[in-house]
Antibody, heavy 123, light 107 residues
Framework: QLQLQESGPGLVKPSETLSLTCTVS??????????WGWIRQSPGEGLQWIGN???????HHNPSLESRVTVSVDTSKNQFSLRLSSVTAADTAVYFC???????????????WGQGTLVTVSS | EIVMTQSPATLSVSPGEGATLSCRAS??????LAWYQQRPGQAPKLLIY???IRATGVPARFSGRGFGTEFTLTISSLQSEDFAVYYC?????????FGQGTKLEIK
């Protein structure tokens, strides 16, 4: 059974960089039919897709987050990571990692999710 | 960006009854739509993909329909564990977006 687990600081100061890692177990992150994604959920914004990474290192991110998002993959550790720079209180949310099924050229639905981790931006 | 609009925001239904939730897209998705269920304190769980295909292990009382811009999720004979928040999500275009959710509550 595939499992995903987020890890990282639960508190980040404003203007600093949020860093989270997702560890995948029970399956390979080097799958050719999956992307690996980050989604966040806050009361004000609902569910928001942040970005994706393929095992090759190819990435895509939500344009609304501009250039603040970096998603990367470490296939040797079966992990992928999120960095979100210049955070503000608006970035306070529960952050989920998830597997994103790839059928054709653009990924489809998220079939496995981590439990989520709350990140609070506050001084 | 494709905007997903769900209605109603809250739906009150008695156990054993059925419920139909709606999701509308701001442009055609063909059948590139998924539905998720989220219980309090949990991650969303995939229910339906490609508008009408049940994910593995999802009970047959959950059914999805629709194409283009109008989609529905129907739950027949609601069980206690079905009272949760339901989200739709589009794909087929980068910048995947979710609806704001429909909360299904016990009447």
């Amino acid at each position: 059974q595939l499992q995903l687990q987020e890890s990282g600081p639960g508190l980040v100061k404003p203007s600093e960089t949020l860093s989270l890692t997702c560890t995948v177990s029970g399956g390979s992150i080097s799958s050719d039919i999956h992307y690996w994604g980050w989604i966040r959920q806050s009361p004000g914004e609902g569910l928001q897709w942040i970005g994706n990474v393929f095992h090759s290192g190819a990435t895509h991110h939500n344009p609304s987050l501009e250039s603040r998002v970096t998603v990367s993959v470490d296939t040797s550790k079966n992990q992928f990571s999120l960095r979100l720079s210049s955070v503000t209180a608006a970035d306070t949310a529960v952050y989920f990692c998830a597997r994103h099924v790839l059928v054709e050229t653009i990924p489809d639905y998220f079939d496995y999710w981590g439990q989520g981790t709350l990140v609070t931006v506050s001084s | 960006e494709i905007v997903m609009t769900q209605s109603p925001a809250t739906l009150s239904v008695s156990p054993g009854e059925g419920a139909t939730l709606s999701c509308r897209a701001s442009q055609s998705l063909l059948n590139n739509l998924a539905w998720y269920q989220q219980r309090p304190g949990q991650a969303p769980k995939l229910l339906i993909y490609d508008a009408s295909i049940r994910a593995t292990g999802v009970p047959a009382r959950f059914s999805g329909r629709g194409f283009g811009t109008e989609f529905t999720l129907t739950i027949s004979s609601l069980q206690s564990e079905d009272f949760a928040v339901y989200y739709c999500q589009h794909y087929g275009h980068w910048a995947f977006t979710f609806g704001q959710g429909t909360k299904l509550e016990i009447k």
